[in-house]
């Protein structure tokens, strides 16, 4: 079992910047790769980053060049800096991990979520 949590989110104004973390706890070893998505009021959860364990990155459009993922493995922790955020950045940000027990089954982890609101 993997046991994921967020913090750093918050009250943001437009053109700020925020930065999330998650830390990991549990079977951490198992963890593949970890990831952000984010959920606004009325829309579909949408994948924003991933990292794999080695750290080869991947962005939505939607936050390519103004979000940045990275991750601490002696820590166990995955980072999302986020800049130039506007009201369309508001939703309840989550930290997701992909792991693999020992028969190679997929797992899937998610944290509780973090709260970032946009707005002067």
């Known amino acids: 079992q993997v046991q994921l949590v967020e913090s750093g989110g918050g009250l943001v104004q437009p053109g700020g910047s925020l930065r999330l973390s998650c830390v990991a706890s549990?079977?951490?070893?198992?963890?593949?790769?970890m990831g952000w998505y984010r959920q606004a009021p009325g829309k579909q959860r949408e994948l924003l980053a991933h990292?794999?364990?080695?750290?080869?990155?991947n962005y939505a459009d939607s936050v390519q060049g103004r979000f940045t993922i990275s991750r601490d493995n002696a820590k166990d922790t995955v980072y999302l800096e986020m800049t130039g955020l506007n009201s369309e950045d508001t939703a309840v940000y989550y930290c997701s991990a992909l792991a693999y027990a020992d028969n190679g089954a997929r797992l899937d982890y998610w944290g509780k979520g973090t709260l970032v609101t946009v707005s002067s």
């Open positions: 990292i794999t364990r080695g750290g080869i990155t």
């Open positions: 549990g079977t951490v070893s198992s963890i593949s790769a």
